[in-house]
């Protein structure tokens, strides 16, 4: 089942004509519009012409989640407002989120990538699809939705959360689909099975599950207890959202949508383009969004690009099942977190230079996050009341700056482990 | 005003060792100890034969230490002696952070180690001096006892 047959299905040959066509047409737009791109065109001595082949594009500059923090919020659109129809934000690694516009082609864009998207998963108009993504400046819940809505599925827009809410609704609406991160569909189906709720009497028999990395156990895992067939979808803001990539019924790799992205894997210390099937760094160009077009952007997930034709007939490359981070950036239960996120918190409560570290577990189904911090001569009390109410302080301000809940433990001075002077600041102890 | 020197320790198995050990090898003799006890951390009180050497030592440990004005007072130890104190105190509303007994060598009496709020100390000294059957103490005396 595909939804544009003709675009997913499109010959190589043709595909990689279109991408050169829409390519050309990127570059030149934000060569002229967009000072940011012009003046890394210019340190590097290109013009817009230099691109005559895909090759070509190797030789362009990378764009990263850093350039979008400078050119916050709106440097790298390429449209004024007036033509922008929606914003949304993601967690940026620092206090400020990185922020994404589109207009009204990229909104219908988006949901018909969203659209072949729940079609490869196996949904279709007589679907009944419960989203359970956050609906709001994250780009889960409203991906999906309007992916649904041009599908011409029936969406429930009922959000992350609330999971008695959640069952009572798969249960009386009769969902089909169930969209949500996969920690929350593991959750769902421990709650369920403590509820006594046998999954066979439900009417759910698919669930596309995204924003955070799993294993093909968790799959196995979910696929057994739900009673349905799990499906991972991939996203990001700064790309488009959920949808850049899907799994197909064959559940061996993610397809691209490549008549609208270009992906290449990077070796993330020499940047080199690496070939077909080896791993590296995932490196997206976006060749026809207008709201904010983004150049190479430096995903800094790992994974490969599988270029072997694929038995369901989709013609577009994939890319492997997410293999982890080229960066320290942590996904709590479906939340970026960046180590310095943290850091800038401790700074604002008053530590000078702060020594911490971010322990990530997993209890049951659910991940926490304990943040170690060394406690400084400053900051010290001879009054538990006064620690307390440091560590309380800690765990609120991190709460309101990331949005998501943790441990907080003082821990004593210089007894958080330093490898070349500065602290390990990460330790995951998932097992994913 | 007595001088109390107060660690911060992560409340798990030879923590407390660890400091003991270190003041031991700098032969630095330990007169009072209490520890107060968070979920995962603690805190320990120390008053210490020789404050400022303890402290220095302490410091090249990396151990977190800080010092905490807090008053001694000389009680007889009888039924009674105690509720005075606090008596005085409490009628006067100073409010006790914590306490804790500091144990004499050379007398029968008791002494009480108390921490009050900082903005309160002055006024505390003032209460207790009026009382007859408490004596409050100053370093050279409390060190002597």
New interface residues.
């Given amino acids: 089942m595909y939804w544009n047959k003709s675009y997913e299905c499109m010959p190589r040959e043709k595909l990689q004509e279109l991408q050169l066509e829409r390519l050309k047409r990127m570059v030149n737009r934000i060569y002229h519009d967009v000072p940011f791109y012009r003046n890394k065109f210019q340190e590097k001595g290109l013009m817009p012409e230099d691109v005559s082949s895909l090759d070509d594009l190797k030789k362009l500059p990378f764009t990263t989640k850093v350039d979008l923090r400078d050119n916050y919020p709106y440097g790298l659109f390429t449209v004024p407002l007036e033509q922008i129809v929606r914003i949304h934000a993601s967690s940026g690694t620092t206090g400020k989120p990185t922020v994404v516009g589109y207009t009204r082609n990229d909104i219908a864009m988006w949901s018909e990538l969203m659209a072949r998207c729940l079609v490869a998963a196996g949904a279709g108009p007589h679907s009944v699809i419960q989203n359970a993504y956050g609906y709001g400046l994250f780009t889960g819940g409203l991906g999906v939705h309007y992916g649904a809505e041009r599908l011409g599925a029936s969406i429930i827009p009922i959000s992350g959360g609330n999971t008695a809410k959640q069952i009572m609704i798969m249960q009386d609406f009769g969902s089909t689909v169930l969209t949500c991160t996969p920690s929350y569909a593991i959750y769902l189906s421990e709650v369920l099975a403590e509820s006594g709720i046998d999954p066979e009497t439900l009417k759910i028999k698919a669930g596309i599950f995204g924003a955070e990395p799993w294993s093909e156990n968790i799959r196995k895992d979910i696929e057994k207890k739900l009673k349905i067939k799990a499906y991972d979808i991939y996203g990001l803001s700064e790309i488009m959202g959920p949808g850049v990539a899907i799994e197909c019924e064959c559940q061996e790799g993610l397809h691209v949508w490549e008549d609208h992205f270009i992906p290449e894997i990077i070796d993330p210390n020499t940047l080199e383009v690496l070939p077909y099937g080896e791993q590296g760094e995932l490196v997206i160009t976006t060749i026809t969004k207008e709201g904010i077009p983004i150049l190479r952007y430096r995903t800094r997930d790992i994974t490969r690009i599988i270029a072997e034709p694929c038995s369901c007939g989709r013609t577009h490359l994939r890319i492997n099942r997410l293999q982890g981070r080229s960066d320290d950036m942590l996904i709590i239960r479906g939340v970026n977190v960046f180590p310095t996120q943290i850091e800038s918190v401790l700074l604002e409560i008053g530590e000078v230079e702060p020594h911490y570290q971010l322990v990530v577990r997993r209890d049951g189904s659910l991940d926490t996050l304990e943040v170690k911090v060394e406690l400084s001569e400053a900051l010290f009390s001879d009054r538990i009341s006064n620690l307390e109410n440091l560590e309380k302080r800690i765990r609120d301000r991190i709460q309101s700056t990331i949005g998501v809940s943790t441990k907080v433990a003082l821990v004593e001075p210089k007894s958080l482990p330093r490898s070349e002077g500065k602290s390990q600041r990460v330790v995951d102890l998932r097992k994913i | 005003m007595i001088r109390?020197v107060?660690i911060?320790?992560?409340n798990h198995e030879g923590?407390l060792n660890h400091i003991l050990k270190i003041l031991a090898e700098n032969k630095i003799n330990i007169r009072s100890l209490n520890i107060?006890?968070?979920t995962?951390?603690g805190?320990v009180?120390l008053i210490l034969q020789e404050t400022e050497k303890g402290i220095e030592v302490l410091k090249k440990n990396?151990?977190?230490s800080?010092v905490?004005p807090v008053l001694a007072a000389e009680i007889s130890d009888d039924p009674g002696g105690l509720s005075t104190l606090v008596n005085a105190l409490t009628e006067a509303k100073i409010n006790i952070?914590y306490a804790y007994s500091f144990l004499p060598k050379k007398t029968d009496n008791a002494i009480i180690i108390i921490?009050v709020d900082d903005d309160v100390q002055q006024k505390a000294i003032e209460t207790l001096e009026k009382v007859a059957e408490v004596n409050l103490l100053d370093r050279e005396t409390l060190l002597l006892k």
């Fill in positions: 109390q107060s911060f320790i992560e923590r107060a006890d968070a995962d951390f805190i009180r990396d151990i977190i800080t905490t952070v921490r």
